[in-house]
């Protein structure tokens, strides 16, 4: 970890918009140091925050749920070709 110079506060890690480098900035003061030298030593997680409208529901296992068996598989195979036959022109 690493101090501001001016106030001993915090320096986090952040990416300048401007110049997209990487920059120390004091969490008091504001002050911003250069990171670049130290970029091996820093890791920038960048975290989206989602509208709800945009958050997606996982479903596990689906597939367990609307399982058939062979035989009911069959049963409605047949019922279509029926519905089939009974439609032709």
Do not use: W
């Amino acid at each position: 970890m690493e101090f501001c110079e001016e106030c001993d506060g915090l320096l986090v890690p952040r990416r300048d918009k401007k110049s997209k480098k990487m920059m120390l900035v004091c969490q008091v003061c504001g002050k911003k140091y250069d990171a670049e030298k130290k970029k091996e030593e820093y890791e920038l997680r960048e975290q989206i925050k989602h509208k709800e409208n945009e958050k997606l529901e996982v479903v596990a296992d689906m597939d367990e749920e609307f399982k058939i068996s062979e035989e009911e598989r069959e049963e409605l195979l047949e019922q279509y070709r029926e519905t089939l036959e009974l439609f032709e022109y």
